[in-house]
């Protein structure tokens, strides 16, 4: 179980993998988590599911490397096997026929909302998919994701591939009806931006946050937002909400609390690199 | 009884609160042999046992301390494994002073005798001794071929599994985390419960019982109940406690530096937080410090919080110390540690700094009036009394309830309307076919040998019925 079975490199720092688990593959539906632990002193970290062979039993996943935790698990090669991995946690995205549905993906995030567009089409919805990134060299599955739906668009941040930006999306809205929008991205100003367009046109729009979480399962609270002014739990609540309700502010500050940590796990990881003893322990 | 009576328990060595205050270590060393000797000659054999009754598992309690007090530990092992499944849990944090110690003979007179620390030191021995101890070597009745689902592999889970197991079925516990043990190692700090006796516990069910042990199985939203039954299982125990944390729905509760006990303790407990940055996971900590809640959940969160060097720690409580849930014993550790008591406060709301983090909590003074539901004074709020604390962190540790994901994906399993599962109070049988359950999840949160009891109870009750 968690075995290995494909890994690709999909943009720098960005990888797919895909390990065997019967129950998870079995059970995930889109827009749900695992929750993966490495090693006896790793973090518990969140990854949003990008797909399932349920006949195969396998699952895919698609990260960024940004910490200790998520770098070991990108180290792992093929055929070998993930240490502790749960779900699926959160619940899963609605899925029925809507209409017209937009769905977006930002970074690493392009990969979940890939298994969001299969299934709306399944489900019969015309499906424009888009993505976005900093760069032309951090955009992900582009064939797959313009091959899955019926329009797709690019978006770099800074305009180095596709449209600058996420005006485009204004233009699509003004152009033709869509009936509900699906913004999955790991940082809080798009979610937040998308939310800004579509509330000017009244459009429905599920955002899939991405707190700190610590266990994932309800336990511990940590990952708590404002959603409509009611503290509701990412984990077991969520992970998906009306992103017209979400108080953004309050996203954004609770996911900034530990980055002095970040930095210092870090240069702890560097002391250790170049031979220093560890100087930083708290006593 | 030609010997005169010893009033006095013999004491237990501890570490000196201005020491403890800066390690994590387990904080009461346990009694030596000679120590454990010469406690066991207090107990004076009772003909009809005030303690045993009083005990969730009714340990022959007498019997173990008599092989004791004959020096005979291998005999004493074996009567206290037969009847507990996790004796070096129970010795280190069950509350013996309202349990078997509380109505011991000798406690009429004097102290009674220390059933707790002569527990922990048999436990302990019978461990680090498993060849002269003979618990590793448990002779199991013939396999019944009829096998269980145990959900939850903390204090109820474990003593379900155990149970089932000795009396011959196959067992498999399933833990949602990756870890196993339940609140026992989430919850209850290291410096408290060490985490190597927990494994230990754990070790000997999975090694010398036979019970498999699933991780990382989150029942409900992975494979459901009915889907465990489905698959062949022919009795299922749910041993999920209670893992939601409540909160005080304050303005400002969201802010940073607002933990609530759950997530402080899982992050130090489970996750080892206290070695960062040699281990991943970070944890935060204030300079003065309000943990508002007075339970023994509160209490760790307050000794923790010590530990990790904040100056002043605070246990905020709307009532007055004779009305705190905690143990006597904790609250005493806490005090010597300088945990400070500010009774008679309820906190209104959190106040915000420029970083969204945590600037100090509005409280107001309460008085005690007329007796309430629970049988303690209810507080009420003293006009006029606002007053501002001066703190950089709080962490609300009022209580948790039954995590939902089990009650929403079983349809015909009856709960209350606090999220508990509705069971029989003598054998834990549910309303749902095959489905018993036991501990926190019936209860609602409540103590690690109280949930052990339930659990007995219902293994006794499942067992009946699988062999019927």
Redesign the interface.
């Known amino acids: 179980m968690n075995e290995i079975v494909a890994k690709k490199e999909l943009a720098p720092k960005i990888k797919f993998i895909e390990f065997v688990n019967d129950?998870?593959a079995r059970?995930t539906k889109p827009g749900q988590f695992v929750v993966v632990?490495m090693g006896t002193?790793?973090?518990?970290f969140p990854i949003t599911v990008s797909g399932t062979n349920p006949n195969k039993g396998t699952v895919r996943l698609v990260f960024n490397e940004v910490?200790?935790?998520s770098q070991k698990l990108g180290a792992l090669s093929k055929g070998e096997v993930i240490?502790?991995?749960?779900?699926?946690?959160g619940n899963p995205t609605e899925i029925k026929k809507f209409g017209t549905v937009l769905c977006f993906g930002g970074g690493v995030m392009s990969g979940p909302i890939s298994y969001e567009v299969t299934a709306f089409k399944e489900a019969g919805n015309r499906v424009i998919a888009a993505i976005g990134a900093r760069n032309k060299d951090l955009l992900i599955l582009k064939t797959e994701l313009k091959a899955l739906s019926d329009d797709f668009y690019i978006s770099t941040d800074d305009g180095s591939e596709g449209h600058k930006g996420l005006d485009f999306l204004r233009t699509i809205f003004e152009k033709e009806k869509v009936d509900r929008v699906i913004a999955m991205s790991v940082a809080t100003v798009t979610l937040r931006t998308i939310s800004e367009l579509t509330k000017a046109h009244g459009i429905k729009t599920i955002v899939s946050l991405a707190p700190i979480m610590?266990?994932g399962?309800?336990?511990?609270?940590?990952c708590?937002?404002?959603v409509g002014g009611e503290?509701k739990f990412t984990c077991?609540d969520g992970p998906e909400f009306d992103g017209h309700l979400v108080d953004w502010?309050?996203l954004e500050?609770?996911k900034?609390?530990?980055s002095h940590?970040e930095r210092?796990?870090a240069l702890?990881d560097e002391d250790q690199r170049k031979g220093f003893s560890?100087s930083?322990?708290?006593? | 009884m030609a010997e005169k009576l010893k009033l006095n328990r013999v004491p237990m060595d501890k570490q000196a609160p201005e020491i403890r205050r800066r390690n994590p270590n387990e904080v009461a060393s346990g009694y030596t042999y000679e120590q454990s000797t010469e406690e066991a000659k207090r107990c004076i054999q009772c003909k009809k046992p005030g303690c045993v009754p009083n005990c969730p598992v009714n340990i022959d309690i007498p019997g173990f301390i008599e092989a004791m007090a004959e020096g005979d530990l291998p005999r004493a092992a074996k009567i206290l494994y037969a009847t507990n499944s996790l004796p070096a849990i129970c010795g280190r944090v069950c509350p013996q002073e309202t349990q078997c110690e509380q109505t011991c003979a000798l406690g009429k007179k004097g102290d009674p005798v220390a059933i707790g620390r002569l527990e922990r030191f048999m436990a302990d021995w019978a461990r680090e001794n498993q060849e002269e101890s003979g618990i590793g070597k448990v002779s199991l009745p013939k396999a019944t071929g009829k096998s269980v689902a145990v959900i939850g592999s903390g204090p109820a889970g474990l003593t379900c599994a155990a149970d089932l197991a000795k009396a011959g079925h196959k067992v498999v516990m399933y833990e949602a985390l990756h870890l196993p043990g339940g609140v026992t190692y989430y919850g209850i700090p290291e410096f408290r419960l060490p985490k190597n006796i927990v494994q230990a516990e754990v070790d000997y069910l999975v090694n010398v019982l036979g019970v498999e042990l699933q991780l990382n199985q989150v029942i409900g939203r992975g494979a459901t109940v009915d889907e465990l039954l489905s698959n062949g299982y022919d009795a299922l125990f749910l041993g999920i406690g209670a893992g939601a944390p409540m909160f005080l729905n304050i303005p400002g509760e969201n802010l940073n530096m607002v933990y609530s006990a759950n997530e402080f303790l899982v992050r130090l407990n489970l996750m080892k937080a206290y070695l960062f940055p040699e281990y991943d996971t970070p944890v935060k900590i204030g300079k003065k410090v309000a943990v508002v809640g007075a339970g023994n959940v509160a209490m760790d969160a307050a000794r923790w919080a010590v530990r990790l060097g904040a100056e002043e720690v605070y246990i905020v409580y709307r009532r007055t110390e004779a009305e705190m849930p905690a143990r006597m014993e904790e609250r005493e550790n806490a005090k010597e540690e300088g945990v400070i008591f500010k009774l008679l406060t309820l906190p209104t709301a959190i106040i915000p700094d420029d970083q969204s983090s945590v600037k100090a909590m509005q409280c107001v003074e309460m008085e005690l009036g007329e007796p309430d539901d629970s049988g303690r004074r209810r507080p009420i709020v003293k006009p006029g009394s606002d007053f501002i604390l001066d703190v950089d962190m709080v962490i609300p540790a009022l209580g948790t309830r039954p995590n939902p994901i089990i009650a929403k994906t079983t349809p015909d399993l009856e709960t209350t309307r606090y999220g508990t599962v509705v069971a029989d109070e003598i054998t834990g049988k549910t309303k749902k076919d095959k489905v018993w359950a036991g501990g926190d999840i019936v209860t609602g949160a409540a103590t690690v040998i109280s949930a052990m009891g339930a659990a007995r109870r219902a293994a006794n009750d499942m067992d009946a019925w699988l062999r019927n």
């Open positions: 129950n998870i059970k632990q002193k790793g973090e518990r910490g200790r935790s240490d502790n991995i749960a779900g699926p946690l610590l266990d399962t309800g336990m511990c609270g940590v708590r937002v404002s503290t077991s502010d309050l500050s609770r900034r609390i530990y940590e210092l796990s702890f560890s930083m322990c708290r006593r």
